[in-house]
């Protein structure tokens, strides 16, 4: 059963003073992502890359940092009892409950002692227990509220990424409702499981296979570059069908999760990045829905880094690329 991949190329015609004002045209790549209709486009030249960003300054005074060892032990909340535990712990990876929540069910984990790391310097150790830590925390919530039905766990690295601390740490949330992103990609994906009678990520990765915009797989997991990207250097990591649901904190499949996102991360910083968003979208109970994990880039961070969060991103929830994912896929294959 094929999987449409719809485009369309749009001209913009002007007088350039780049070509001393001869008439130029610019064309624009506007595409359709397959499953939910949302809309990308690639438009060339439009993220900035600065060559040997300084950040040392920043990124290296850990004073007053509440997730670092010694402090968070003492600065950070305790777990209600029902969670089983005051704080969480699983290799350098400590969870607590967020002080700034997002919803009922909102936690942090710190996960890594050092209090910064370069994205080339990630192991996949430390993603696997950071994982394990907050995804323990989400089966604890799903047994606690049987109206909980989504959980996300996320990551904002440095601060073009949304993070106002430099020391790496992850987030949880998990509700009744699920955020708009993932209610729009669950409702799209029952439909078609409901349509076709297939597993739409199956049927996705089959079709990909191959091309340039498949990576590769990590075990249980396959790597793709999304036809419709979110944003820059746009990469997803899929379970494979069979696996649905909150998988074994310490299982196979988290592991999988982390050794691919260590490649992803080798591949940005190859491109002279630093800085990146994560995103596990889970759902209890969903067979049209395994786990899903996205990776974005943001911008480089500098002492005077831009925001690429545009009026396209905060308002339109438009993804806006400069390189189409054929070739930043093909790029990043070779990090696999």
């Not at 968070?72 to 712990?89: I, M, N």
């Not at 049927?203 to 797989?217: F, H, K, N, T």
């Amino acid at each position: 059963m094929p999987i449409e991949f719809e485009r369309d190329v749009q001209e913009a015609t002007f007088h350039s003073p780049l070509e001393e004002f001869a008439e130029t045209t610019v064309e624009t790549e506007i595409r359709m992502d397959p499953l939910t209709g949302r809309t990308a486009r690639v438009v060339t030249d439009n993220f900035l890359l600065p060559d040997s960003p300084e950040i040392d300054d920043a990124v290296l005074d850990s004073e007053g940092c509440f997730f670092c060892p010694g402090t968070v032990e003492e600065s950070t909340p305790t777990y209600p009892e029902w969670v089983g535990t005051d704080r969480g712990k699983t290799g350098e990876a400590t969870s607590f409950p967020n002080l700034n929540p997002y919803g009922a069910y909102s936690n942090v984990v710190a996960l890594t002692e050092d209090h910064y790391v370069p994205i080339d310097e990630f192991t996949a150790e430390q993603f696997s227990d950071g994982l394990c830590a907050a995804l323990e925390y989400v089966r604890q919530v799903f047994d606690q509220d049987d109206d909980a039905r989504f959980a996300s766990v996320n990551m904002n690295y440095l601060r073009p990424a949304g993070s106002s601390l430099i020391h790496p740490h992850m987030q949880t949330l998990v509700d009744d409702r699920g955020t708009n992103e993932q209610r729009r990609v669950a409702d799209a994906a029952r439909a078609f499981y409901e349509d076709h009678d297939e597993n739409y990520w199956g049927e996705l990765a089959i079709e990909e296979r191959g091309g340039d915009r498949y990576l590769a797989e990590t075990g249980n997991v396959h790597w793709l570059a999304p036809f419709a990207p979110k944003h820059h250097r746009h990469l997803v990591g899929v379970a494979a069908q069979i696996h649905t649901g909150v998988p074994e904190p310490s299982g196979d499949v988290v592991h999988d999760f982390a050794r691919g996102l260590v490649n992803v991360l080798s591949y940005y910083a190859s491109c002279g990045l630093n800085s990146f968003n994560v995103a596990l979208f889970l759902e209890r109970d969903n067979p049209a829905l395994p786990p899903v994990l996205n990776v974005t880039a943001r911008s480089v961070f500098d002492e005077y880094y831009w925001s690429d969060a545009t009026f396209f991103t905060s308002l339109h929830d438009e993804g806006v690329v400069d390189v189409p994912p054929e070739e930043y896929g093909y790029e990043a294959h070779k990090f696999f």
